[in-house]
Nanobody, 124 residues
Framework: QVPLMESGGGSVQVGGSLKLSCITSGSTYEVMAWFRQAPGKEREGVAAIYPTGVFTYYSDAVEGRFTISHDGAKNTMYLQMTSLKSEDTAMYYC???????????????????WGQGTQVTVSS
């Protein structure tokens, strides 16, 4: 059983919006996050949420444009993306772990479980 599964990716024009979802197959995690990876680039953490404490973190690149949220009743995490830019084009992954650590940005090594990704393409 896949522990995390993303959906909601697609193609959108610059300035548009998309909402990604990540369902956790009934499991609960301490910390959840969204990462993205563009071709030829390293995986980049964009947002994280500590559901039980309702803490959130955003990278500078998405602050003010993206909103991360979590619905415990549905075991689902969301990433609402607005004012999309061409540089937001990437494969987006949801991740889950047990340690809240945002100093210096999100680190992929801190997350134990990963989804398979959903592609977001922003074109002008």
């Amino acid at each position: 059983q896949v522990p995390l599964m993303e959906s909601g990716g697609g193609s959108v024009q610059v300035g548009g919006s998309l909402k990604l979802s990540c369902i956790t197959s009934g499991s609960t995690y301490e910390v959840m996050a969204w990462f993205r990876q563009a071709p030829g680039k390293e995986r980049e953490g964009v947002a994280a949420i500590y559901p039980t404490g309702v803490f959130t973190y955003y990278s500078d690149a998405v602050e003010g444009r993206f909103t991360i949220s979590h619905d415990g009743a549905k075991n689902t995490m969301y990433l609402q993306m607005t004012s999309l830019k061409s540089e937001d084009t990437a494969m987006y992954y949801c991740a889950a772990g047990s340690m809240w650590s945002v100093r210096g940005g999100l680190k992929a090594a801190h997350y134990d479980y990963w989804g398979q990704g959903t592609q977001v393409t922003v074109s002008s």
